[in-house]
């Protein structure tokens, strides 16, 4: 159903609507998906390093991120790119099989239609709870070797 699109364009081919993740879900029948979602402000180098993480959980990588209007209500007033150039930066690394924006605070609607296995977060929020985490097997916050947040890049710049 959308692998010709992939063949077609490989990066944009990999952006999926939020109705379409039941088809994944489907076409991926018995192999383990593995769901990360968040804003993606700036995609960076820890960004990257978690999604290899991620994918090395499970067969195949759903990002999920939140729409412009839906990042500016959970990140107000701080710099965030546009969804479709957070969406083609995402879906360009290998790691990433589907990439899909949702317009919620919350990626629990995502969750429901995808049915991931496992949620993987960013290690600031290890030990917490998230949206969503209790209609997965696993929620998982790797540390990884980029201790930086973004905001902090984004400070910097600003400096």
């Not at 993740?21 to 390093?49: D, N, S, Y």
């Not at 978690?50 to 209500?73: F, H, P, T």
Request: hydrophobic share 40%.
């Amino acid at each position: 159903w959308h692998e010709v699109e992939k063949d077609l364009n490989p990066i944009g081919g990999k952006v999926v609507l939020p109705k379409d993740l039941p088809k994944i879900r489907v076409a991926e029948r018995g192999k383990r998906v593995v769901l990360a979602p968040g804003v993606f402000r700036v995609p960076t180098a820890g960004h990257f390093w978690m999604l290899d993480w991620a994918k090395s959980q499970g067969d195949c990588l759903v990002v999920a991120i939140n729409s412009d209007e839906s990042a500016a209500r959970v990140k107000p007033g701080e710099f965030c790119l546009g969804w479709m150039e957070r969406a083609q930066t995402l879906a360009a690394h290998q790691a990433v099989d589907y990439v899909t924006v949702f317009g919620e605070d919350t990626p629990e609607e995502v969750i429901r239609l995808l049915r991931p296995s496992v949620q993987v977060k960013g290690m600031e929020y290890a030990g917490e709870r998230v949206p969503g985490d209790d209609l997965c097997e696993a929620l998982i916050a790797p540390r990884g070797p980029f201790p930086d947040h973004v905001s902090n890049l984004v400070m910097a710049i600003r400096s």
